[in-house]
């Protein structure tokens, strides 16, 4: 950003030393107009002809002041400039010493007094100093600089070319949806936050100004799993970066360990607040250790940790209003999902997940009945008998050690999380601030953490204002039990027998807590909401992400299971490398229902997340993901969500997940869709008939050249094998005769027929033969054949062998492959039947009657609310 400090450097000095005190100046002006406080504020007429000075007819005259070197980034910021020049030089003025400050007043009240016993000139001379070392004082503080660009970003076509210009034209496409969701002339923020705590946002749950906090608080939480290219730790500030505190579970300070911001980014945050006018007050992290890093043993490289350990961070954000006689604050606590480093993130959250929500992961996925339910118990016990690990010597074995102390791991992740909100709220010293907003949010799993210390925060002070927002986070009403978060009920057991729980006794405390979830996300519901929370859902088709019948993560395991099982069955025999190998068929199964969790979970619901079916096969990553689209999904989501537009029990919302609300097409509707139908089945029809037809081909020429291949090979008969054509010779040779040797004689046979030599070339044994042949034949044995006179060895057998076999896989493989091309028309009339938006009846348990639909008009794109 140092085009923005050349520009304001530049322009300032500039305007100043331009001003030549014209006739506009010389009128007299009330002075009760200018005002002597810290935020000075200039007399109309000088802030008229201030707007002159830098008008686009004059502006380029001050840019010719401007080093050739600077002019560019300058010229491209001038229109901005002319837009908010005033504003820009009281915010300066607002950063000076009240000493300087006078003489500012002083300057202004001689021109508008027109004193002749005063000097202009000289206070003018005195004014540019001043100016200059104010700025010079305050040029490297990025804050001061966001200050200086939100001043002329108070309204919407400011602020928007400001962002076209900061964004660059690649994402320009951003800013008109970033404009909508910021909606800065929407409930100012403490507006929407008392009236969020105090009614549960009846009517109006987070307007823009709340929203952008929410999404600038977030992002800043999301920034320490980005690597160098978000925020880091270090000892100190480095160049670009400015150092904030890192302060652990009971907020002391760390010493030696700096939070280190990019300064475009405190920049970018300083004019945001400006333009809510809000001012930063406060900005430092979190840093709560939840698993120590392991040390390896024996010989490996010293201070390579085995396991990364465990960290939540925390986002503390605080503001306060400006311009306003009576000062208002709020501190944002922005939890992280994921705990540790980046290269053991996704194992440590497994252990946090699990510790948290095992019981109702292993009841969705079917307890005690599944087996990886089945796996995930047993696992862990036989691991952990020492005596049979020994006994078969796998008691040095890593992974029998990582699978032994899962359990371990869980309980001391969820312990240590407890204990560290316990801490945190405690220093928190809530009463001593009861005036001060708190607002916690999270996303996923960091948002269910961003509510367990919400509720703590309420309990340690019932009229402190306190407000959790969070986004898809998994409900805690029993992991806040397991966390020992709630306070003991003191009261006697008769008592407490026939009496609510605390919880539900303390409703009342948890109004200004909200759940946003999309319609088809499967985590919110691992728990149960805290009493007197609100959960809002997104209403939206279930078609559009393949969500219809994806009701739970149970469902995303049957659907894993099913393809195993149908795939094996159908396609297991298809030889690799081949189309509809079983790889394919299970990836082509299970991709919709993993694209639909994952999609929901990330409120990506225009499929942002790329193609599932590459990321199983390995051929793409997160790398495919579409940031630009997903971001205007989430602000087009959420711009819209001001007014609650209906509100249901919190039952009625889980069991919207995985089917749409619809209605039923009208007459002219049913029709277009049938028509559709079968346009789509036709076409694919035709697909199919395609492909038959080039399979066909392609083997029959196969198959042709290795029977001409096959043809060209001496022939051969006599034997027993596929390629001779007379399985015997029992017109040469006979297995029974008389005394003398003589073959009987049978009708069709001829005289001169023999004894079969039984010489290991002819043969007449085998009583599998004897069978089929209904009596005993002579014929040539393995690897012979009848050469006229007796049967001979066969040098070709081999090469019969061999193309006898290439024949039959061929012949294997059409079938399979004509399968196959079945099997993909198929999937494909269900891909398209599974985009047509469909109302699901029950009829039975396990019956489902399906029928054409539409979205329901009053409910689809719509934020529906509890209770």
Same mark, same amino acid.
């Given at each position: ?690 492909? =038959?037809?080039? !399979? ?5 020429? #196969?198959?042709? @050249?290795?029977?001409?291949? &096959? /043809? *060209? ?86 090469? =019969?062998?061999? !193309? ?5 896989? #061929?012949?294997? @493989?059409?079938?399979?492959? &004509? /399968? *196959? ?47």
């Amino acid at each position: 950003m140092l085009h923005l400090r050349t520009l304001i450097l530049a322009m300032l000095l500039a305007d100043v030393a331009s001003m030549r005190m014209p006739n506009a100046l010389q009128q007299r002006a009330d002075p009760a107009a200018v005002a002597a406080s810290l935020g000075f504020e200039l007399p109309p007429e000088l802030k008229e002809q201030l707007s002159t000075l830098l008008s686009e007819e004059n502006l380029p005259k001050l840019l010719e002041e401007v080093p050739e070197e600077k002019r560019e980034v300058i010229e491209k910021f001038a229109p901005l400039v002319t837009k908010g020049a005033v504003p820009i030089i009281e915010t300066v003025m607002g950063e000076m010493t009240p000493d300087q400050q006078e003489k500012i007043k002083e300057v202004v009240e001689a021109v508008i007094s027109n004193d002749p016993s005063t000097d202009p000139s000289r206070l003018v001379e005195e004014l540019i100093e001043d100016v200059g070392a104010a700025i010079q004082e305050n040029l490297d503080d990025p804050e001061f600089i966001g200050k200086l660009v939100g001043t002329i970003a108070q309204d919407g076509d400011s602020l928007g070319e400001t962002l076209r210009l900061l964004l660059g034209p690649d994402q320009a496409g951003l800013v008109g949806p970033l404009i909508d969701f910021m909606s800065l002339g929407g409930t100012p923020v403490f507006e929407n936050l008392d009236s969020i705590r105090k009614t549960g946002g009846d009517g109006n749950l987070m307007d823009g100004p709340l929203r952008t906090l929410f999404l600038l608080s977030n992002m800043l939480a999301y920034s320490t799993s980005l690597g160098e290219d978000g925020t880091t730790f270090g000892p100190e500030a480095v160049e670009g970066k400015k150092a904030y505190a890192v302060v652990d579970a009971n907020l002391k300070e760390k010493p030696g360990l700096k939070w280190l911001v990019p300064e475009q980014w405190v920049e970018g945050m300083t004019l945001i607040c400006a333009a809510l006018k809000l001012k930063l007050t406060r900005l430092e992290m979190q840093e709560d250790i939840l698993l120590e890093p392991e040390e390896p043993e024996g010989d490996e490289e010293p201070g390579v940790a085995e396991e990364p350990g465990a960290v939540l961070y925390t986002v503390r954000l605080s503001l306060e209003t400006t311009g306003e006689s009576s000062k208002r604050s709020v501190m944002i606590h922005s939890v992280r999902t994921g705990v540790g480093a980046k290269q053991g993130a996704g194992v440590n959250d497994l252990y946090l997940l699990m510790g948290l929500y095992e019981t109702r992961i292993r009841e969705s996925v079917g307890r005690y009945s599944s087996l990886a339910d089945f796996v995930f118990v047993l696992g862990q016990k036989i691991a952990r008998w020492d005596w049979l690990m020994k006994k078969i010597g796998e008691d040095s074995n890593p992974l029998v050690e990582k699978v032994a102390g899962w359990d371990e791991k869980r309980k001391s992740l969820r312990v240590r999380l407890g204990a560290g909100i316990k801490n945190t709220i405690s220093a928190e010293e809530l009463s001593d601030e009861k005036d001060c907003v708190h607002v916690y949010t999270g996303i996923s799993l960091g948002g269910s953490i961003a509510r367990a210390k919400a509720m703590a925060a309420k309990f340690e002070c019932e009229e402190c204002p306190v407000v959790a927002l969070t986004i898809n986070a998994p409900n805690i009403y029993k992991v806040v039990h397991k966390m020992e978060l709630v306070p003991e009920d003191g009261r006697p057991w008769f008592e407490r027998w026939f009496s609510e729980p605390v919880l539900k006794q303390k409703a009342d405390l948890f109004a200004g807590f909200v759940n946003f979830v999309a319609q088809h996300d499967l985590f919110w519901k691992l728990d149960d909401p805290l009493p007197g929370s609100k959960t809002c859902m997104y209403m939206h088709t279930a078609e559009l992400a393949g969500c219809r019948g994806v009701t739970d993560l149970g469902s995303v395991y049957r659907a894993v299971w099913s393809a195993l099982w149908k795939c094996k069955r159908e396609y297991g025999a298809v030889p690799e490398g081949e189309d509809g190998t079983l790889a394919s068929c299970v990836m082509d199964r299970v991709a919709p229902a993993i694209q639909c969790a994952l999609q929901e979970h990330a409120f990506a619901l225009s499929g942002q997340i790329g193609d599932m079916r590459e990321m199983l096969a390995g051929e793409s990553g997160l790398e495919s993901f579409n940031t630009a689209a997903f971001f205007t999904d989430i602000v087009n989501t959420f711009s819209d969500f001001t007014q609650v537009q209906r509100k249901e029990g919190i039952d009625w919302l889980k069991k919207q997940t995985g089917y749409t609300a619809t209605v039923p097409l009208a007459g002219v509707e049913a029709q277009e869709r049938e028509a559709e139908r079968k346009a789509a089945m036709d076409e694919i029809q035709i697909w199919l008939s395609q492909e =038959r037809n080039l !399979l066909k081909d392609k083997f029959n020429k #196969l198959e042709d @050249d290795l029977e001409k291949e &096959l /043809k *060209n090979l001496p022939s051969c008969t006599g034997c027993q094998a596929e390629w001779c054509k007379e399985k015997d010779i029992r017109q040469h040779r006979c297995c029974a005769a008389d005394d003398s040797g003589a073959c009987y004689m049978k009708a069709n046979y001829t005289e001169t027929r023999t004894l079969c030599h039984e010489d290991g070339k002819e043969t007449c044994a085998g009583f599998g033969r004897w069978v089929r042949n209904r009596g005993r034949r002579c014929m040539c044995a393995k690897g012979h054949c009848w050469d006229g006179s007796g049967c001979a060895v066969d040098y070709h057998v081999d090469k =019969r062998k061999a !193309l006898t076999q290439q024949l039959k896989d #061929l012949k294997h @493989d059409e079938k399979l492959q &004509l /399968k *196959n091309r079945d099997y993909l028309a198929n999937e494909k009339r269900a891909a398209y039947e599974a985009k047509l938006v469909k109302k699901v009846k029950r009829n039975f348990h396990f019956r489902k009657i399906v029928t054409d639909a539409k979205p329901d008009p009053a409910v689809n794109a719509k934020w529906i609310c509890t209770r």
